[in-house]
């Protein structure tokens, strides 16, 4: 069973970051993905990056290309997304996932950008 734990939610002003740590265990199918999506009250939920390990790649929403780092470490078995140059459009719940044969959520994590 793999479970999910994420962290590093919380209130900034726009121009901040935050990094958002995600820890996996029981992940051990070769071909995954692990990423984050975020959920807006009223609107729909929204791809933010991810991780496939079939070709080692990482992905990004448009909206939050050149601002989020989406990085791994091995060791930890944890998943990070450094999140920069933070708007008001980047609040929302922030929901760690791992897709392979089935598909884990862990808990949301709230992030505020707000003045």
């Known amino acids: 069973e793999v479970q999910l734990q994420a962290s590093g939610g919380g209130l900034v002003q726009p121009g901040g970051s935050l990094r958002l740590s995600c820890a996996a265990s029981?992940?051990?199918?070769?071909?995954?993905?692990i990423g984050w999506f975020r959920q807006v009250p009223g609107k729909e939920r929204e791809g933010v990056s991810c991780f496939t390990s079939r070709d080692a790649r990482k992905y990004y929403a448009d909206s939050v290309k050149g601002r989020f780092t989406f990085s791994t470490d091995n060791a930890k078995n944890t998943v990070y997304l450094q999140m920069n140059s933070l708007k008001p459009e980047d609040t929302g719940v922030y929901y760690c996932y791992a897709f392979g044969r089935g598909a884990s959520w862990g808990q949301g994590t709230q992030v505020t950008v707000s003045s």
């Open positions: 029981g992940l051990t199918e070769d071909d995954y993905a």
